[in-house]
């Protein structure tokens, strides 16, 4: 692998797989504690809208589907947050719809794209600049919001009914954290695609989440993590020439079981 670090492209994927990794686990720990696992699976899948369209129209794919995952994030937070009884069903519509229209809009564009399958599973040796610095600042952004409305976020992650007794805009927030997870969706999407990104945001987070003992906590380890298992998924790929997108969730899978086992074990060890 240090022989590959002389290439643009492998340094530019290291580089990626750092700023994706802090992103997935900063906003992985908010999804993972407010429960919107699924709600960030539905983003993933129908942000495909997005995608389709931007190749269908000729603009930048990755403003194409931040605008369509923004759009789909904002929908679901209203819908989830006005009739919570029924979000399942509005979330499976969003993403069955969202993907839909991406596959349309992908027949509708004239020529063969032989970059599409990357969107689906990830191609993180394909990073350009532009992607480094819209990811960037997508980083920047969110550890902004995170810094100064640590305090709002966390009272509205663990007791949102007292958030609501202090003035905290229940509402405001959640859509918020919904809106971030659907940008870090879409750059992640470059590394492990839309199939498999919500793993990455959630299994580096399951572990950090036994170890932790606050927030902030998590979404440091989680982080750490996930560029543990990034960078080793990415080093798996180039010696035996895998896909990196799945290379990278099988390590993280791998990491998760040892962690279960050891944990389990020593538990067992304890009581003994």
Same mark, same amino acid.
């Given at each position: ?10 340094? #530019? ?21 407010? !429960? ?8 993933? #899948? &129908? ?7 931007? /190749?269908?129209?000729?603009?930048? +794919?990755?403003? @194409? ?19 919570? %009884?029924?979000?399942? %069903? ?11 229209? @991406? ?9 063969? #794209? ?20 819209? %990811? ?8 902004? +919001?995170?810094?100064? !409305? ?81 960078? $080793? ?9 895998? %896909? $990196?997108?799945?290379?990278?969730? /099988?390590?993280?899978? &791998?990491? /998760? ?6 944990? #389990? ?8």
């Amino acid at each position: 692998m240090i022989e590959a670090l002389q290439f643009p492209f492998f340094q #530019h994927a290291i580089v990626a797989g750092i700023l994706v990794s802090l992103a997935a686990g900063i906003i992985g720990s908010l999804i993972v504690v407010n !429960r919107m696992v699924f709600l960030s699976g539905g983003i993933a #899948h &129908a942000s495909y809208g997005g995608i389709g369209m931007a /190749l269908y129209f000729g603009i930048p +794919v990755f403003l @194409g589907a931040s605008l369509f995952a923004v759009a789909a994030a904002m929908l679901i937070a209203y819908l989830t947050l006005h009739d919570k %009884t029924r979000s399942d %069903t509005f979330i499976g519509l969003i993403w069955a719809v969202g993907m839909a229209i @991406g596959v349309i809009f992908t027949d509708m564009t004239p020529g063969y #794209h032989t970059d599409l399958m990357s969107y689906l599973f990830g191609s993180i040796l394909a990073v350009t600049d532009t992607d480094l610095w819209m %990811t960037t600042t997508l980083l920047g952004v969110i550890v902004t +919001v995170v810094l100064f !409305r640590y305090r709002e976020i966390v009272a509205v992650s663990y007791d949102s009914e007292f958030a609501m007794l202090r003035g905290i805009s229940v509402s405001f927030y959640h859509t918020l954290m919904l809106v971030l997870s659907a940008l870090t969706v879409v750059i992640a999407i470059k590394v492990v695609g839309l199939i498999l990104v919500i793993a990455m945001l959630t299994i580096p987070v399951y572990i950090a989440e036994k170890i932790a003992r606050s927030l902030w906590q998590m979404m440091i380890l989680s982080g750490v993590f996930c560029l543990i298992f990034t960078l $080793s998924g990415l080093w798996l790929s180039y010696r035996y020439d895998l %896909t $990196s997108g799945a290379s990278i969730i /099988l390590v993280s899978a &791998a990491a /998760l079981i040892l962690f279960v086992s050891v944990r #389990h074990l020593t538990k067992k060890i304890v009581k003994q």
